[in-house]
Every structure is written in structure tokens, then in C-alpha cells.
């Protein structure tokens, strides 16, 4: 890192570390303003950022507040995040700061001793996680397989090509990538190549969407010519994946209550060429045009609005956005979009309730208070709907996914069927 790229670095960290706005959405935000950046210094500035908030517990640890000591909290992010050896920052660092830097590289055996600092996890979620279930070596293994970020996952839309050929393809030309281990439509790229610019991704033959999302898609197992509603469809990731299961015949609601992420769904779903997608935005789960599809689909898939905390490997600042509150405010909505969304089932008819939480209070709890307070719905055991997809993946009644085992972000999912 050179001097100007430590400026600029500092400069986006004053802001992220306050976790008043999303990470990236501030990252994005300092670029589009720094128009002179170069592509490595973009790479640069970044990659150390989100170091910085990925290791933002020992950051905190050796400097109270890191957001007014954006420089500091650079070098440490340095040091201990992006492991960069004390003589490599000659040019950046002054006598002060080397000795600083010494001092943190000392305190290594006490970081692992403290599950905050070992684990990269704040006290809300240890306490959280525990109330919850995990004991200290879940936590901790929990927070030592999201500290990293993802690997690229792309789905290959099957209106447009198959696995095998696509892969073939891209490998050909030199790009290092493999099948996902799960998802039948995935290629996974292990160093993340830009590819909004390759003919496959402008064709609609690419869609970038983690193995995890294409196997929640998946287990909707909506069909050919069925009426299907995704009720928290977002940019639509997974509306795309329904619709090519569909292949592009009869009828697929996309609701959400976002008129932006849905305005992003509609030029993917031209790129995707499907036109069986019909973009709806919703007041909330009881605005009364929903009564229309009462009773009525074949499937609905509730991607509820959630904690997020499966996803920390991409969304490292999750961790300090969310809070108790806020995950007690999650599960009531949750649950009522949950409520809502049954109804337009119709008998014999599937419900998929997935999140990308890694917490029961988000995943089981709501599907257990659910069951018990709507009779005539029975849950599918997903290892049964994976194994007739040839899927051997084994997680129990409900897709439970975690990072450390399966190597996606953190789902979960459970198919409840109406009588
Ligand atoms: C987990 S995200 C969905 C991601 C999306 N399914 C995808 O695959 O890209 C949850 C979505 O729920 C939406 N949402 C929040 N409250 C809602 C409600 N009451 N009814 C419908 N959608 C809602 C949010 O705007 C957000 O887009």
C-alpha cells in the first residue's frame, strides 16, 4: 500500500467504522467521488477496508474507537487482516506508528483467548448465539469460517446453456473455476473475476448468485406452467432461478415492498429472457391486492427479510449493524409475512421459508410456531426433495447451511406443504 492509498483508505474508514450505512454501499459511494482512482488502488483501498471491519474486534481492542482513528485502524487492518509483513509499510508507517504496530503484533496470544477477538464476533451476538444454542466452539468455529470473504458463485441460467458446456467454456478461456458441489446449475471462480462485462453474463447465460440461493430456488421445485409467487423477491436472485426451472411458461409473481430492488429485477429478467415474471411492489404483507392470488399457487417461497448474519463473509459489517433489537423486530415480521404468504398456497400446494440466518430464532423457532398455530400444513423433508435432484446433501428435515461445512453462506430453508 503507498501513501496515497492509505489517505484514501483512512478516509472511507472515518465513515464504515461508525456502521451508519452499509459498508459497501460507502465504499461504492467514496469511488464513484474519487474518479481518478486507478483499479489497484480501488483493489487496495478496499480489500483493506473490509479487512478493517472484518477484524474490527482486535482493532477495537487496541484502539477505542477506531472511526476517529482511521489511520490507525488501517495499519493494524494491515498487519493483522491482510497479513503484511511490518517492513513492507516503510513508505506508510512512521517511527510512532512501527511501534504501535509492534505492540498489536504482540498481543496475537491474547486476541486468541478472548472468544470476542478469536472468534471476530461482538458480545451482542456471542450472547445471542449462546441464548440460541451454540456453545463456545460453535461460536468460535462459527466466526472463524465467515472472517474470510466468498468465492464467486455464478448460476448458469439453463434456458440459455448447460453446466457442463459453460464451464468448458470459461475455462478455456484460462479462467479457474469448478463445478459447485451442491447446486447443479453452479460455477464457482476462486479469485473473483470482474464478469459484468463477459458475453455470458450480458447474454444472460450468467447470473451471480451463491450455490446456497440456487439450492433455496431449488427446493420450491415449482414446474413447467405452475403459478408461483416469490413474496420477498428482492433484486429477484431468486426469481430468475424460479423462472428458468419454469422454463419461462406460466406465471411467476415477484412481490416485495422495495420499489428499487424490484426496478433491478426487470432489466435481469430481460437479460435472463424470461418473460413469465411479473413484478409487483407491495405496500406490506397485507395489502389487499395480494387477496387475488389467495388460494391459489402452486408454490411460495418466503426469502424473509432477515438478520443476514450468513451472509458476514460478504457482509462483514452485518455484525455491527445488527443488534438484539433488531433481531427481535426481524422475527415479528417475519412471521407475519409468514402468515400472510400461506394463504396464497393452494391445497397439495408447497411453502418454502428460507433465510440467510445462521440463528434458530429466525429458522425453526418461526417455522415450529408456524406448525403449531396452522393446522393442515406438514413440513417435506428436504433431503428427500435434494436426493430425487440428485443432490447428496444431508442436513436434516430443514436445509441447514453453514459456511464452515458446506462451504456457501449460511441458509436455511424448510418446505411445508398444505393439505
Ligand atoms: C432476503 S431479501 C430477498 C432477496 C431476494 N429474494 C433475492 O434472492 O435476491 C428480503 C426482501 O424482503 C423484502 N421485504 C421486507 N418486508 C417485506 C414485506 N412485508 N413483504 C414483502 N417483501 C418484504 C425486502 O425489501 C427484501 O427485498
Not at 501513501?3 to 461508525?18: F, G, I, N, R, S
Not at 473473483?192 to 451463491?210: M, R, Y
Amino acid at each position: 500500500m503507498n501513501p496515497m492509498q492509505l489517505k484514501h483508505t483512512a478516509a472511507v474508514l472515518a465513515d464504515v467504522l461508525t456502521f451508519r450505512q452499509p459498508a459497501d454501499a460507502v465504499v461504492s459511494a467514496y469511488f464513484r467521488r474519487e474518479r481518478k482512482l486507478g483499479r489497484q488502488d480501488r483493489h487496495e483501498i478496499a480489500e483493506t477496508v473490509f479487512a478493517a471491519v472484518r477484524h474490527g474486534q482486535k482493532i477495537s481492542a487496541v484502539l477505542p474507537k477506531p472511526h476517529t482513528q482511521p489511520r490507525r485502524a488501517a495499519l493494524v487492518a494491515l498487519v493483522l487482516g491482510r497479513s503484511v509483513n511490518l517492513s513492507a509499510l516503510a513508505d506508510v508507517a512512521d517511527e510512532d506508528d512501527m511501534a504501535f504496530l509492534a505492540e498489536v503484533k504482540a498481543r496475537k496470544s491474547e486476541f486468541s483467548d478472548s472468544l470476542n477477538t478469536a472468534a471476530e464476533l461482538p458480545q451482542w451476538l456471542i450472547d445471542t448465539m449462546r441464548a440460541d444454542g451454540f456453545d463456545d466452539d460453535a461460536v468460535l468455529a462459527f466466526g472463524r469460517s465467515v472472517v474470510q470473504g466468498a468465492p464467486l458463485d455464478v448460476r448458469v441460467n439453463t434456458l440459455k446453456g448447460r453446466r457442463d458446456k459453460v464451464l468448458a467454456a470459461l475455462q478455456a478461456e484460462g479462467l479457474a473455476c469448478s463445478p459447485t458441489p451442491y447446486s447443479p446449475w453452479g460455477i464457482r471462480f476462486a479469485d473473483k473475476p470482474a464478469l459484468n462485462k463477459h458475453p455470458l453474463f450480458l447474454d444472460g447465460t450468467l447470473e451471480v448468485q451463491d450455490e446456497g440461493s440456487q439450492l433455496l430456488a431449488l427446493l420450491t421445485g415449482v414446474k413447467r406452467g405452475q403459478m408461483a409467487v416469490d413474496f420477498c423477491a428482492g433484486a429477484g436472485g431468486k426469481t430468475l432461478a424460479m423462472g428458468a426451472m419454469m422454463h419461462g411458461s406460466g406465471r411467476l409473481y415477484a412481490l416485495d415492498v422495495a420499489e428499487k430492488r424490484l426496478a433491478n429485477l426487470k432489466p435481469r429478467m430481460v437479460r435472463a429472457g424470461l418473460t413469465n415474471i411479473h413484478p409487483q411492489r407491495i405496500e406490506s404483507e397485507h395489502d389487499a391486492r395480494i387477496g387475488k392470488l389467495s388460494g391459489k399457487a402452486d408454490c411460495v417461497l418466503v426469502d424473509a427479510p432477515c438478520s443476514g448474519l450468513g451472509t458476514l463473509r460478504r457482509n462483514p459489517d452485518l455484525k455491527y449493524r445488527q443488534s438484539a433489537d433488531s433481531v427481535a423486530a426481524l422475527r415479528a415480521q417475519q412471521h407475519s409475512i409468514l402468515q400472510a404468504a400461506a394463504r396464497l398456497v393452494q391445497p397439495q400446494g408447497r411453502l418454502v421459508y428460507a433465510t440467510c440466518s445462521i440463528l434458530p430464532q429466525e429458522n425453526e423457532a418461526q417455522i415450529e410456531r408456524f406448525l403449531a398455530e396452522n393446522p393442515g400444513w406438514q413440513p417435506r423433508d428436504c433431503r428427500l426433495i435434494l436426493a430425487d435432484n440428485k443432490i447428496d446433501l444431508n442436513t436434516g428435515v430443514y436445509l441447514r447451511l453453514n459456511t464452515a461445512a458446506h462451504g456457501s453462506d449460511g441458509f436455511f430453508a424448510a418446505v411445508l406443504e398444505r393439505s
